[in-house]
């Protein structure tokens, strides 16, 4: 099942998302769907099958936080000539940085960064209050799954890397993190370890993997982020980019494509 946060008529709605259009969840946000059998939300949904050009997508979720894997695929690993992590490198990002479907990634000042990267990433949704979860039950913590970009400005993080800095900043500036078009439920997704990830600007590819090769899966990743925060509904985690990490420029066209999830477009301005 398909769902999305939308505005239509002036009114911020949930809904499910089908080839015919978009039926609005008499629920206030998509988290409350965790829970519920697909009877169940359905049974929540309105007869009214609104066409999709005309509502305007939303980031689908609002997270309390945006935790972020960083080299968690082996060939991006050896792209940035780096470490094999020995457990998951985790940092976070602000709220304040979502933007959501067809949103403008606006580029910061060259004065302050010249070299903004794109980095396509399988972004889950934390579903319920998750603290010190086990591996075997991760995945039923799990609401569903979207498609997020990582945006960085590499020059700064580069610089705070090289003085042996915190550098999250990098990845923190507003619009910094496209996260949508919808919330695909576990149910749609087989393998959530066996989708073909990809990154399209100006519909030329430029990324292109599987999930297949995330070095720490989802499970441990929950099971760990939970043995130190708790997670909450609508949190979001960010599993990390494969290679082709490169710079995206004004009036750059992204699309980024997970398999079964969607397609995540952004235009780039200044
Ligand atoms: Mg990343």
Known sequence: MKLARFMHNGA???GIVTDKGITSLALNRLEDCM???AAGVRSKSSKE???L???RLLAPVQPSKIICLGWNYLEHIEELKHNI???PMVFLKPPSGIIGPEDDVILPNPRISSQVNNEVELAVVVGKRSKNVRTEDAYSHVLGYTVAQDITARDIQWRLRQKNEQWDIAKAFDTFTPIGPYVVTPAGIKNPHNLAITLRVNGKIRQDSNTKYMIFKIPEVISYLSSVMTLLP???ISTGTPKGVDLIKDGDVLEAEIEGVGVLRNRVSK
Request: glycine fraction near 12%; aromatic fraction near 0%.
């Open 53 to 55: 050009k005309r509502v």
């Open 12 to 14: 911020e709605q949930v």
């Open 49 to 51: 099958i609104i066409p």
């Open 234 to 236: 609508g949190d979001v």
């Open 35 to 37: 829970g519920l059998t």
């Open 85 to 87: 992590p020995e457990q």
